[in-house]
């Protein structure tokens, strides 16, 4: 499950830079940075699916993310994953289980607290399709990881113009797996618990789990 968690929320990238003929998609991408970093706080829910039609693979699935900084809190197939701030802690309910570590400070990483902003990182851009959907305007932005050791091929990227929010992600692998995460609702500066990304320890071994510390 821990896996899986980082397999869905984790993109690897490289060393910064840009396509010279890429300014378009690069300015519309700004124009996502600026207005996300505004924010005190984001609640996303979305949804996920991964496909691979060579290997009978199709799996869809619902999850939602907090984000405050670099804090987070999100669910996603039945587990949890917290960042206070200091540690990560993983919360399984199937197997009564948790794992806590300290955060792994890699600039290569896409954490969840950077989930709305790798793309400031590590690609070429290129300027892609306009779709409509239920009257939104999404204009797609084709990511080209600089690495070419990565696994991943190419990721479409697609913005609400008018939000400039995103909307859709495509992550295209080289070995043909295809993984989307669609935005279902997209919440600002939202009222939080003031003790929402704090961990209670003491709860959870009154409850019989299990803790692993890393």
Same mark, same amino acid.
């Given at each position: 499950?821990?896996?899986?968690?980082?397999?869905?929320?984790?993109?690897?990238?490289?060393?910064?830079?840009?396509?010279?003929?890429?300014?378009?998609?690069?300015?519309?991408?700004?124009?996502?940075?600026?207005?996300?970093?505004?924010?005190?706080?984001?609640?996303?829910?979305?949804? &996920?699916?991964?496909?691979?039609?060579?290997?009978?693979?199709?799996?869809?699935?619902?999850?939602?993310?907090?984000?405050?900084?670099?804090? &987070?809190?999100?669910?996603?197939?039945?587990?949890?994953?917290?960042?206070?701030?200091?540690?990560?802690?993983?919360?399984?309910?199937?197997?009564?289980?948790?794992?806590?570590?300290?955060?792994?400070?890699?600039?290569?990483?896409?954490?969840?607290?950077?989930?709305?902003?790798?793309?400031?990182?590590?690609?070429?851009?290129?300027?892609?399709?306009?779709?409509?959907?239920?009257?939104?305007?999404?204009?797609?932005?084709?990511?080209?990881?600089?690495?070419?050791?990565?696994?991943?091929?190419?990721?479409?990227?697609?913005?609400?113009?008018?939000?400039?929010?995103?909307?859709?992600?495509?992550?295209?692998?080289?070995?043909?797996?295809?993984?989307?995460?669609?935005?279902?609702?997209?919440?600002?500066?939202?009222?939080?618990?003031?003790?929402?990304?704090?961990?209670?320890?003491?709860?959870?071994?009154?409850?019989? &789990?299990?803790?692993?510390?890393?």
């Amino acid at each position: 499950m821990k896996k899986f968690f980082l397999f869905a929320i984790t993109i690897l990238i490289c060393t910064a830079g840009f396509s010279q003929n890429s300014d378009k998609a690069k300015t519309l991408l700004d124009e996502v940075y600026t207005k996300v970093k505004g924010y005190g706080n984001i609640h996303v829910d979305f949804k &996920y699916v991964l496909d691979n039609t060579e290997a009978a693979i199709n799996q869809e699935t619902r999850g939602d993310v907090t984000l405050e900084g670099d804090k &987070y809190l999100i669910n996603f197939m039945g587990s949890q994953q917290l960042y206070d701030g200091k540690k990560v802690y993983t919360i399984v309910p199937e197997n009564e289980e948790i794992t806590i570590e300290n955060r792994i400070d890699d600039e290569n990483t896409v954490t969840p607290s950077k989930m709305l902003t790798f793309y400031k990182q590590g690609h070429n851009y290129e300027w892609d399709i306009l779709q409509n959907v239920q009257g939104k305007k999404i204009q797609y932005v084709r990511l080209i990881p600089i690495d070419t050791n990565t696994e991943i091929k190419s990721i479409l990227l697609g913005i609400d113009i008018e939000t400039k929010h995103i909307y859709k992600l495509i992550e295209t692998g080289k070995n043909g797996t295809t993984t989307t995460f669609i935005v279902n609702s997209f919440k600002t500066d939202q009222p939080l618990s003031k003790t929402l990304f704090t961990f209670d320890e003491d709860k959870y071994e009154n409850e019989g &789990y299990y803790i692993i510390r890393e």
